[in-house]
């Protein structure tokens, strides 16, 4: 059974702090790793991984996978209060449709000003 | 980008009731949805992969019979929570499968059973 893995599940800091948040994954044939996310309502999209070593960036925010390794981090560099979100991190398996993913418990981030 | 919508946001029913949920791709066709369930604190859980023509497949644990899918059409998948009880209050997600890398969800439903 696939199995993803996040932590820390829950993290308090200030604004203008910078976290990481760590995701492993146990994926049979695995494809990509995704990372959402989600305020009140649905997920919203922030990266997909499929390849090592090449860090992903969007704004202050930027993931990496280790396919070695089996894990990602995802990165937030000087936190805002608009961040405070739950982030997840899911995975993909090839062979699947893209759409099917098994996802971690999430880490709930709350900045404070 | 691609556009889910899903109704209704929020749904209160009693007890013993039914109650159905559906999620639209409203521009493009997807032969394939999911639907996921997440409890309060908790993350997404695929339930099923709702399968334009045929029958779902449902996630091991998952009453078939309990969470009816129906996927008429390349853009409605519906899911009904027969005889709901307090127990399955939850947020319903729904997403759809474009065929491009990325799955596209929809707001979600917070369903109450009272």
């Known amino acids: 059974e696939d199995k993803v893995v996040q932590s820390p599940l829950s993290l308090v800091v200030h604004e203008g702090d910078t976290v990481t948040l760590n995701c492993s994954y146990e994926v049979t044939n695995f494809r990509s790793l995704l990372w959402y996310k989600q305020e009140k309502k649905a997920p919203t999209f922030l990266f997909m991984l499929?390849?090592?070593?090449i860090e992903k960036k969007s704004g202050r925010l930027s993931s990496i996978l280790d396919k070695k390794e089996l894990f990602s981090i995802l990165n937030i560099t000087a936190t805002q209060t608009g961040d405070s979100a739950i982030y997840l991190c899911a995975s993909n398996a090839g062979g699947t449709s893209y759409g099917k993913l098994t996802f971690g418990q999430g880490t709930i981030l709350t900045v404070h000003p | 980008g691609a556009v889910v919508s899903q109704h209704p946001s929020r749904v209160i029913c009693k007890s013993g009731t039914s109650v159905k949920i559906e999620c639209r791709s409203l521009d493009f066709q997807a032969t394939t949805m999911f639907w996921y369930r997440q409890f309060p604190k908790q993350s997404l859980m695929l339930m099923a992969t709702?399968?334009?023509?045929?029958?779902?497949?449902?996630e091991q644990g998952v009453e078939k019979d309990k969470f009816l899918i129906n996927h008429a059409s390349l853009t409605l998948s519906t899911l009904t929570v027969t005889s709901a009880h307090p127990e399955d209050s939850s947020f319903y997600i729904c997403?759809?499968?474009?065929?491009?890398?990325?799955?596209?969800f929809g707001q979600g439903t917070r369903l109450t059973v009272v």
């Open positions: 709702s399968n334009e023509g045929s029958k779902a497949t449902y």
């Open positions: 997403s759809a499968d474009r065929g491009t890398r990325e799955a596209f």
């Open positions: 499929t390849s090592s070593g």
